[in-house]
């Protein structure tokens, strides 16, 4: 069956290091995946989208990463700040620009710890 | 521009009543979805539509309802609320597909 998998206990980064969040997925074959940023009480907020053929993307402290063999992507925010802390998603498209809507993974907890 | 809008933002139902989520948005986006989150579950598709007069199920439909009369409009009705349907309700809409999704701030629900 298709998975999404993150890493599911809450992840403690001190201030100022680079938090590094895992994506891994099984039986998709996405032509994109997406990252997502929630706060408690709020809805999801888009933060970055790449594609099959890009291995790397960035914006501003955010790196995304895609490999494509691997089945996996990994988010890193560099010089972590306490107000990064939230729960980050990813998400792929199931049939790579399928209509059906993105599949979500689980969410891994964030903490930036001053 | 006002985004995604949901109301009520929180509602309790008794088993067997049945309500109206209401979702809207002013971006002129074709695509709309709604998603239940759940602890230790993550996101679940209910229902999507990718134009007026267009729906399809998702992951998770059973007992819920959509209609997709306007571009703007995209609500879910539960029929007859069961406390299984208690969960954080998420309204989203995107331009297109290979879009990023803009998401409501959510309806929590309880059903007792």
């Known amino acids: 069956s298709q998975k999404i998998e993150q890493n599911s206990e809450a992840l403690n980064i001190q201030e100022g290091k680079t938090a590094t969040l895992t994506c891994n997925y099984t039986?998709?074959?996405?032509?994109?995946l997406q990252w997502y940023r929630q706060d408690p009480g709020r809805g999801p907020v888009f933060l970055l989208l790449i594609r099959e053929n890009e291995k790397e993307k960035r914006k501003e402290r955010l790196k995304v990463t895609f490999d494509t063999t691997l089945k996996q992507s990994l988010f890193h925010i560099t010089a972590s700040q306490p107000a990064d802390s939230a729960t980050y998603l990813c998400a792929l498209d199931p049939r790579g620009g399928g209509a059906d809507g993105l599949t979500f993974g689980k969410g891994t907890h964030l903490i930036i710890q001053p | 521009n006002a985004g995604v809008t949901q109301t009520p933002k929180f509602q309790v139902l008794k088993t067997g009543q049945s309500m109206t989520l209401q979702c809207a948005q002013d971006m002129n986006h074709e695509y709309m979805s709604w998603y239940r989150q759940d602890p230790g579950m993550g996101l679940r598709l209910i229902h999507y539509?990718?134009?007026?007069?267009?729906?399809d199920q998702g992951e998770v439909p059973n007992g819920y309802n959509v209609s997709r009369s306007t571009t703007e409009d995209f609500p879910l009705r539960l029929l007859s609320a069961a406390p299984s349907q208690t969960s954080v309700y998420f309204c989203?809409?995107?331009?297109?597909?290979?879009?990023?999704?803009?998401f409501g701030s959510g309806t929590q629900l309880s059903v007792l």
């Open positions: 539509s990718v134009g007026a007069g267009i729906t």
């Open positions: 039986n998709y074959s996405p032509a994109y």
């Open positions: 989203a809409s995107r331009a297109t597909t290979n879009e990023k999704l803009f």
